[in-house]
């Protein structure tokens, strides 16, 4: 059974946020590379463009948080935290946020992001040319690259799709290679 398939029935074909029926689609938490059960969402299209940021936040859909964030699949808890965290500003996310329990582990995965963080604090991405990376990007690279611990050699111009930004540093992300997840130093990519 599929990914996808597994997320359906467990959710019996409703948006694990807003319970929706409509246009639902398959979300992987950010900054997994790899899709499973326990890292994705089924989600909404109206859910989806704003937790991608497609659309501005719609304060008044969100407050279906106030159900979802108690689901008992950690990925639905997770990203509860994280859109209650975009929202904090509004006042009831706040008092949401002070309810909500996620044990460290959990609360770690909720903070890879950096949804917590305030604008001035946020590591911001850039590629050689300047322009912000996002998760879910697609770059090329600018320049052969060297793997560390292979004898892999990643050519200048190939495409790397999907990137992960590592919230720690922001000269680093990461993507698949030939197959093979590797780091990437953002001065030697360029957003597609």
């Known amino acids: 059974m599929s990914v ?12 694990e946020l807003c319970t929706s029926k409509e246009g639902l689609t398959q979300y992987t938490l950010p900054p997994s590379l790899n899709e499973s059960v326990d890292n994705s ?3 909404c299209k109206t859910c989806l463009d704003q937790i991608e940021g497609n ?6 859909h969100w407050r279906c948080l106030n159900d979802c964030m108690w689901n008992e699949h ?22 949401l946020l002070d309810m909500m329990y996620l044990d460290d582990e959990a609360l770690a995965l909720a903070r890879a992001t950096g949804e ?5 604090n946020k590591i911001i991405h850039r590629d050689s040319n300047g322009v912000i990376l996002d998760n879910g990007d697609s770059v090329v690279l600018i320049k052969d690259l060297k793997v560390k611990g292979s004898s ?5 111009g190939t495409a790397v799709r999907n990137i992960r930004l ?3 540093n922001a000269e680093y992300i990461e993507g698949k290679v030939d197959g093979q997840n590797i780091v990437i130093i953002t001065k030697y990519v360029k957003k597609t």
């Open 152 to 156: 892999m050699v990643a050519k200048q």
């Open 4 to 15: 996808l398939q597994t997320l359906q029935e467990r959710s019996n074909n409703t948006c």
């Open 166 to 168: 590592d919230h720690e």
């Open 41 to 43: 969402v089924l989600v």
């Open 55 to 60: 659309t501005d936040m719609d304060p008044n």
């Open 116 to 120: 917590h963080e305030d604008e001035a």
């Open 74 to 95: 950690v990925a639905v808890q997770i990203l509860s935290w994280r859109m209650l965290q975009r929202l904090r500003n509004e006042g009831w996310p706040k008092d």
